[in-house]
């Protein structure tokens, strides 16, 4: 999900939410630690988890989130955080990991909480709903995404858009401008969302579409105005009076819905007037579902917004840590490139050496494989994810989770815990992944996190490896990348996607042994 936590014009209302959410956190925690207290004593035989600290001090150290995280992570593997509104359970323990995403599947979902949060925005779509609606979603949507219709299509598309980005760094490259790539790549994977979902040209990444521009500043927004609800305890009471936030959400709703439902309803009109099908083919996600299902337009509606959500942020920041560790490290940029040169041929037209990287091609960049699950590891897209805990339950390390408990996994501590990775769990070494005939070898997925796992597994996970390396392949092969400022520090800002705070401007310049033009 693509929803940032605080973006810079609602900084002053997060701090003053914070100072009310301190003070009842104080409150409410020597009430919850005299409650708890008196509960184990009536019932000895359940043991909860260690208690790490508070909800004050995780926004104490907002701007360090995950830092902070990852220290309590390294005292125990499972802990529990202190809130006023519910208890809060974070491990990063492989085997608690599965039983929760796994074993005990059923009994940890998205809850009543969540749905209520985001329900205005993604209405019943897969991120929101749990039981036999989300069944529904998923073999829906899962089907459509193991298509080879799909995965051609989307391949086409992912190589279009890497070479007009690729255009754009060309260009950069001649006038030695700094740019700010996550910022294009942002844009380019919208894009390719977009089309691949709805079938429709954005082209953010030039911006030569007003009411595309338009539709992407306004969804934005308005992820932003449903992250909100998280921190405001008072959206029910502004979303009852239409004001502030709220009022600007259903605003913002109403265009995308406007934006969407004459999408659908067009395309619609089409498959009514084609006389024969097979002619006039259409293979975006839309399309096909009109053709094969008779899902309603409000379902569609769901369906497609939610995968756009899905598919935006993620693999952009993704793309762009992956660059951060490429600058960082040289010989890594290097050898990925030797890989390129071993099974392309680095010349010939931009367009003509992104068609040369076939699902063939693809298959035999392990390196490059390797290179961005690394990246992954260490910088997760989705760096915690929260679910809520249905009944009372004993976790397999003995301790036990009440009902109503959110229960948190997380895949930015775990990337650099020891008892997982060894000593060298804080260094990227993409070698971590090959066997020793450079074959990349896959990790349990309770351990390597990054794309969930279980039943709920991300079902855009090939659709994102094949975008992410197409556009690695094809921007390695014609640029070398360097950091702007090699001196200054990068982080992240803390957001439900791992976005790097203030993007990553870098200088790229023509490689030596590309002859592409
Ligand atoms: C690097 C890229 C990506 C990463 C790291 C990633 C990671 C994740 C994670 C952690 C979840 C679980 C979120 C939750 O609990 O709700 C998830 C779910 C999902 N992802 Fe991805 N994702 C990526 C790209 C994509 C793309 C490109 C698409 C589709 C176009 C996609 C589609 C989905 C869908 C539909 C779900 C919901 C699955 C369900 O609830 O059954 N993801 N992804």
Redesign the pocket.
Known sequence: ?AIPLASSSLLPLLLLALLVIVAASLTACVLVNYGDHRRMRRRKKKKYHPIAGTMFNQLLNFGRLHHYMTDLAKKHSTYRLLSPFRNEVYTSDPVNVEYILKTNFDNYG?GAYNYAILKDLLGDG??TVDGEK?RH??KL?SYEFSTKVLRDFSSVIFRRNATKLAGILSEAAKGKQIIDIQDLFMRSTLDS?FK?AFGVELDSMCGSDQEGAEFSAVFDDASACTLWRYVDVSWRVKKLLNIGSEAKLKKHVKVIDNFVYKLIRSKIELMKNLEDGSSMKKDDILSRFLQVTDTNPTELRDIIL??II??KD??AT?LSWFIYMVCKHPGVQEKVVQELNKVTHLNGSLSEFANSITEEVLERMQYLHATITET?RLY???PV?AKICFSDDTLPDGFSVRKGDMVSYQ?YAMGRMKFIWGNDAEEFRPERWLDGDGKFQQESPFKF????AG???????E??YR??KIFSAVLLGCFSFKMADEGKEVNYRTMINLHIDGGLHVLVSRRQESEVD
């Open positions: 999900m998205k897969i991120f989300w979603q998923r949507s969302i691949v939610n995968f899905a598919g993620t693999t993704a992954l997760p897209a989705v994810d895949p996190t990054a794309f969930q039943p709920r597994i991300c079902l855009g996970k659709f994102a975008q992410m």
